[in-house]
């Protein structure tokens, strides 16, 4: 079975051993997903599984059989950025660009999550099918994907004006 990524069917490799990050970036040359701590704690290496976010150095990509990976540069449509993209550089949303693609595609993830009102460690109301994405719920939400550089006041108006102000 192949694992779509990017909208193109994939061979899962035959080594189970291969991490979903090695996939991408040594065997498919997609290096836009950045190999950071390979431990799981820094966000660099995060990209999207079926509309989720995932750490990919912690994924054996074989797990992934039959699911939709979509990584930094299957964002954009018909070569555009995603609006997140483009919000990013409008507010200077990185420095050295690093951790730019795990933090993109974790910020995606995180408001599909709040959408679908999956709760966080400082959701309030944890009946509410929907959840506001405050500047607490939003930092809190986003603390898996560390920034070196401290960019971090630019990345979070980036999101906000793309999911909070845009009424995502």
Do not use: W
């Amino acid at each position: 079975m192949a694992i779509r990524i990017n909208g193109t069917d994939v061979q899962a490799p035959s080594d189970p051993r291969v991490s979903l990050l090695d996939l991408l970036r040594e065997e498919l040359h997609l290096t836009g997903t950045k190999k950071g701590c390979n431990q799981g704690a820094c966000g660099a290496c995060t990209v999207l599984v079926d509309g989720e976010r995932v750490v990919s150095c912690l994924a054996l990509a074989v797990q992934y059989e039959g699911c939709e990976i979509t990584t930094i540069e299957g964002l954009g449509e018909n070569g555009a950025l995603h609006p997140l993209q483009e919000a990013f550089v409008e507010h200077d949303g990185f420095q050295c660009g690093y951790c730019t693609p795990g933090q993109i595609c974790s910020a995606i993830g995180m408001a599909g999550e709040t959408k679908r009102g999956v709760p966080s460690h400082v959701t309030e109301d944890l009946s509410a099918e929907t959840i506001t994405l405050t500047h607490d719920e939003l930092r809190e939400r986003m603390s898996g994907n560390l920034c070196r550089c401290g960019a971090y006041n630019g990345i979070v108006a980036a999101i906000t004006e793309t999911f909070v102000e845009a009424g995502e």
